[in-house]
């Protein structure tokens, strides 16, 4: 498979790794981004995971709670312009008390609720659609988790970009600093146990690949190895990580301090997980300087 300058350019944008290292690991994973983010970050350490975190595609996070019952909505749109524009904040904020009031089974029923609102209507989706037309710019409900379960709700917003839900028995205080360590340190689960099988495999490939570079004995190597995947459960589960607070307990022992529990959490982040289109300048000058020498 050719490896095009657009593919090393996305596999940098995500890993802040040397052009050339991009391009070798997407020459040895045959054009496969995921599996050439994986050989780099056996190359390069954490680094290469850094970059990848970073969030392109604009949007808000709102919450909506009334009583026990409670919903955390992401609304997407093309520009960051647009994040401040009332109307498109009065739409995220009515998503978010619809989705409370009706609970909605998905997107499509969630689009098909009534609203009216600067003249469109009746539906969620002709408001959506009305200013789209109003605004000039695209934009979309994209997710939604409700919460409905009879257990107590805090929740966090750090600006409008991230947005946490956590489901609790106990103290307030202490639910709401959960709430905000989540957003500061994002976990992927709760315990551990619950980390998905997914991330463990991908965790576990690197740390062998690493592991195998060391040259050491093969029981030393999964001694190794085994070390790496516990040391990164510890990382990315939030009874396990610091808490942010006070770095001399866990959260899950400041939570047992205060006589809290924690049932579950949902975290949004603004574009998380979307590719936002990004034109290549560099090309387009080409093919321009091309076509004029053509001409």
């Not at 919903?71 to 749109?77: I, R």
């Not at 205080?173 to 500061?184: G, L, P, S, T």
């Not at 619950?194 to 495999?201: K, N, T, Y």
């Not at 942010?244 to 529990?261: I, P, R, S, Y």
């Amino acid at each position: 498979m050719a490896i095009t300058a657009s593919m090393v350019g996305e596999l940098r944008a995500k890993t802040d790794a040397p052009m050339m290292e991009c391009k070798k690991a997407l020459t040895e994973a045959e054009g496969n981004m995921e599996k050439a983010e994986e050989i780099l970050r056996v190359k390069l350490g954490s680094k290469a995971g850094k970059a990848a975190s970073r969030v392109t595609a604009e949007g808000v996070v709102t919450a909506c709670v009334v009583g026990n019952i409670g919903a955390l909505v992401e609304v997407n749109c093309e520009t960051d312009f647009v994040t401040k524009n009332d109307s498109f904040l009065a739409l995220c904020k009515s998503v978010a008390e619809l989705v409370v009031a009706h609970n909605p089974a998905d997107l499509a029923a969630l689009a098909a609720l009534p609203l009216s609102a600067e003249g469109f209507g009746p539906t969620v989706e002709d408001v959506r659609k009305g200013l789209i037309g109003k605004i000039g710019e695209n934009m979309s409900i994209r997710r939604f988790k409700r919460y409905a379960e009879g257990g107590k709700l805090a929740h966090y917003l750090h600006g409008t970009r991230i947005g946490v839900m956590v489901e609790f028995e106990g103290d307030d205080v202490a639910a709401k600093d959960v709430a905000m360590h989540i957003a500061a340190m994002k976990p992927v689960s709760l315990s551990s146990a619950d980390v998905p099988a997914a991330l463990v495999e991908t965790e576990r490939s690197v740390a062998t690949a690493k592991a195998a570079e060391s040259g050491k004995p093969a029981e030393i190597v999964a001694k190794m190895i085994e070390g790496s995947i516990q040391k990164y459960l510890k990382e990315v589960s939030l009874l396990n990580q610091t808490f942010v607070k006070n770095d001399k307990q866990t959260v899950e022992q400041m939570l047992k301090a205060a006589g809290t529990t924690v049932k579950g959490f949902t975290m949004y982040v603004v574009g998380e997980g979307i590719e936002k289109k990004v034109d290549d300048f560099a090309a387009e000058v080409a093919a321009q300087v091309a076509a004029a020498q053509g001409a």
